[in-house]
């Protein structure tokens, strides 16, 4: 079998497309990783080459030291994946120590993995120690309806969460944790990885404010579906602040719990104004 055919090259390019097609990666905007496990990357070693020159990440993630990550490239575009995967991403191994990559396959006509390879790998690190290895994806996008409420709101992991928790009932479910929010910073760097992956000890989700919002995953669907909600949320924050500034009912702190209770979720409760009730 080609790598091309591989299930997680093809899981991989759908959500790029799926991506693309909500509109969330105007030219090059967005990146996307998948930490492969052992078994999905050993059928494939054959078809891999070991020999390329090994480059400094810019950061040092020692826990994900000789592991495989599928990454997409930088200043490529989203919407070229589907036609042609081979020059828009690829595969690389970190290593022993966790301070540099190489390129396995793919970029074919050259190129370098994206400029937030740094904190792609600084957050897979956080989370598959904080998750026992279950959470694989890291996806980076830039929707328009997320990106306008941070010109809105204050800049606060509490704001943002109860806002976008009240805009749809199922949002307190899908990120019971809540969000994080890191303020204005130059991208592509060290910096910003550390401050985004310091939050992803708490959250799933990490709101880029005036740039985007990266959101981490077991899978590639859950990767998607988490920025899909959180975008859904804040279009429905746009429309009604387009129409009002004061909302005549919400969801309530009191709902909140009740889902809670109804759905056996653990809310965060630092995001619930009101004292936790016995449930
Ligand atoms: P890359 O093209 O390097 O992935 O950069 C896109 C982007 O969204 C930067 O934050
Ligand atoms: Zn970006």
């Known amino acids: 079998m080609k790598v091309i055919d591989s299930d997680f090259v093809k899981k991989f390019i759908k959500l790029a497309d799926d991506g693309n097609k909500m509109g969330w990666h105007e030219r090059n905007g967005g990146n996307l990783s998948y930490r492969i496990p052992e078994e999905e990357i ?10 390329g020159e090994w480059i400094d990440i810019g950061t040092s993630v020692p826990e994900l030291g000789g592991m495989h990550f ?4 930088s200043g490529k575009y989203m919407s070229n994946m589907l036609a042609d995967p081979e020059n828009n991403c690829a595969i690389i191994e970190l290593s022993g120590e966790g301070r540099k990559y190489r390129i396995l396959w793919g970029l074919k006509s050259g190129g370098r993995p994206t400029s937030e390879l740094p904190t792609h790998l600084m957050n897979h690190e956080v989370k ?15 929707p328009a309806n997320l990106i306008a409420m941070t010109f809105i709101l204050p800049l606060e992991d509490k704001i943002f969460t109860h806002e976008l928790w009240e805009m749809m009932t199922e949002c307190p479910i899908i990120f019971p944790n809540g969000l994080g929010v890191v303020k204005w910073m130059v991208p592509g760097g060290r910096d910003i990885a550390v401050v985004t992956s310091e939050k992803m000890k708490k959250y799933d989700a990490v709101i880029w404010a005036h740039h985007g919002l990266f959101c981490s995953a077991p899978d590639f669907d859950l990767a998607f579906g988490l920025a899909h909600t959180i975008e859904k949320a804040a279009e429905i924050f746009i429309k009604v602040r387009s129409v009002t500034d004061t909302k005549r009912q919400t969801i309530t702190d009191p709902d909140f719990l009740k889902l809670a209770e109804a759905f056996k979720i653990k809310l965060n409760n630092d995001f619930i104004d009101l004292p936790t009730l016995d449930m």
């Open 128 to 142: 598959m120690v904080a998750t026992g290895g279950e959470h694989r994806v890291i996806y980076h996008c830039h």
């Open 42 to 51: 050993a059928p494939f070693h054959s078809k891999l080459n070991y020999s």
């Open 70 to 73: 599928i990454v997409s490239g």
